[in-house]
């Protein structure tokens, strides 16, 4: 779809030409987001797990914090441990794996400048999704 996107000009007007690339454009960004989804998991995952069913108790319970404290699998010692392994030097090499993975995956296209695109815009929503982890997981130390 990406090869779609970026070479059928639609000339800005209504039509079936519009009317596709959007549909390339929508398809694009749900493979985007699984895509993401998956490799972020890699050099992540342990903390998503935490924090997932770290949130998920919240909601249960959002008046009784301490409550969920108390669980020897969200427990303040078992965060602390967990945020310790993620340190910045940690972090920095979960991006610079994931970094040579996307290149890896999307790197080798017929053109050159389509990959460069495809490489920077899978970059930078792997971008978010950890700065989406930071947040949640900043959120979470406040509560």
Not at 27 to 50: H, N, Q, S, W
Not at 119 to 127: I, N, Q, R, T, Y
Request: glycine share 8%; aromatic share 6%; charged share 35%.
């Amino acid at each position: 779809m990406n090869h779609y996107i970026e070479e059928v000009d639609d000339g800005g007007k209504e039509g079936v030409l519009a009317e596709w690339r959007g549909k390339a454009m929508m398809e694009r960004a749900e493979a985007l987001e699984a895509y993401v989804g998956r490799v972020i998991t890699r050099p992540l995952g342990k903390l998503l797990d935490f924090l997932d069913s770290t949130e998920s108790l919240l909601a249960l319970h959002p008046t009784n914090p301490t409550a969920i404290a108390s669980r020897p699998s969200s427990s303040r010692k078992t965060a602390r441990n967990l945020f310790a392994q993620y340190d910045g030097k940690e972090l920095r090499r979960g991006v610079e794996t994931l970094r040579k993975r996307i290149e890896k995956h999307f790197g080798d296209a017929d053109e050159e400048a389509i990959s460069r695109g495809l490489v920077a815009l899978v970059g930078k929503e792997c971008e978010r999704a950890y700065e989406r982890t930071v947040e949640r997981m900043e959120r979470l130390v406040r509560e």
